[in-house]
T-cell receptor
Framework: DAGVIQSPRHEVTEMGQEVTLRCKPISGHNSLFWYRQTMMRGLELLIYFNNNVPIDDSGMPEDRFSAKMPNASFSTLKIQPSEPRDSAVYFC????????????FGPGTRLTVT | SQKIEQNSEALNIQEGKTATLTCNYT??????LQWYRQDPGRGPVFLLLIRENEKEKRKERLKVTFDTTLKQSLFHITASQPADSATYLC???????????FGTGTKLQVIP
C-alpha cells in the first residue's frame, strides 16, 4: 500500500484565497483524522471521521474551516478565506477499527498564507 | 483543562547510552498511551502502545512504562544510536473512536 497520500505537499497562497487540502487514506481504514502542526501549539486535532461520518469537529478553529469525506477513499479540508495565522503543516492520518489503534500519518501539506 | 507535558528542551545524549523521555499529564484519565517518532519534514510514525492496566511494554531497544498514579509515562531507548535522533511525541487516548491528544514532543539528539 502507498500509505496515506496528501496533496499538495506545499501550498503558498495570498490572504483571502480559498485553500483545499486533499487526503487519500489507506485502503480499508475506517477512521480519518485532520491535524494541524505549528511550533507554538504542536499537533492539534481538527476533526475526525469514522466510516465517512464526522464524529468530532470541536478542534476546527472557526467557520472558515470545513472538512468533508464523500467516500471511504477521499477527504478534503477547506479554508475559506485563508489568513496568515493559518500557516502551518496540515497532516491527514488514518486508522482501522475502534479503540487504541495506531494512526498512520501522511507526509503533510505545508501551507503558507501571505 | 487537560494538559500533556513533554520536556520542551532538547535532550542530547551520547551514543550507546540510554535515552529517557517523559510524558506527564494532568486532568486526564487515559485508557491508553501511544508513542510516536517524527523526523523533520515527515509525519509522525507509531512506535508503541501501552494500556492503563499495563505497567511496562518492550519492543526491541524501546521500553515504555505507564504509571497512572504518578500520571506519567517514561520512554526509554537503550543503546542509543545517531539514527534515533528525532522528535518523540506521546499521545493519550480514552478509547472509543481512537481520538488521541498529542503532547508537544521532545527532540532527541544522539551524539556519535
Amino acid at each position: 500500500d502507498a500509505g496515506v497520500i496528501q496533496s499538495p505537499r506545499h501550498e503558498v497562497t495570498e490572504m483571502g484565497q480559498e485553500v483545499t487540502l486533499r487526503c487519500k487514506p489507506i485502503s480499508g481504514h475506517n477512521s480519518l483524522f485532520w491535524y494541524r502542526q505549528t511550533m507554538m501549539r504542536g499537533l492539534e486535532l481538527l476533526i475526525y471521521f469514522n466510516n465517512n461520518v464526522p464524529i468530532d469537529d470541536s478542534g476546527m478553529p472557526e467557520d472558515r474551516f470545513s472538512a468533508k469525506m464523500p467516500n471511504a477513499s477521499f477527504s478534503t479540508l477547506k479554508i475559506q478565506p485563508s489568513e496568515p495565522r493559518d500557516s502551518a503543516v496540515y497532516f491527514c492520518a488514518s486508522s482501522y477499527g475502534q479503540g487504541s489503534g495506531e494512526q498512520y500519518f501522511g507526509p503533510g501539506t505545508r501551507l503558507t498564507v501571505t | 483543562s487537560q494538559k500533556i507535558e513533554q520536556n520542551s528542551e532538547a535532550l542530547n545524549i551520547q551514543e550507546g547510552k540510554t535515552a529517557t523521555l517523559t510524558c506527564n499529564y494532568t486532568n486526564y484519565s487515559p485508557a491508553y498511551l501511544q508513542w510516536y517518532r517524527q523526523d523533520p519534514g515527515r509525519g509522525p510514525v507509531f512506535l508503541l502502545l501501552i494500556r492503563e492496566n499495563e505497567k511496562e511494554k518492550r519492543k526491541e531497544r524501546l521500553k515504555v512504562t505507564f504509571d497512572t498514579t504518578l500520571k506519567q509515562s517514561l520512554f526509554h531507548i537503550t543503546a542509543s544510536q545517531p539514527a534515533d535522533s528525532a522528535t518523540y511525541l506521546c499521545a493519550l487516548g480514552s478509547g472509543g473512536y481512537q481520538k488521541v491528544t498529542f503532547g508537544t514532543g521532545t527532540k532527541l539528539q544522539v551524539i556519535p
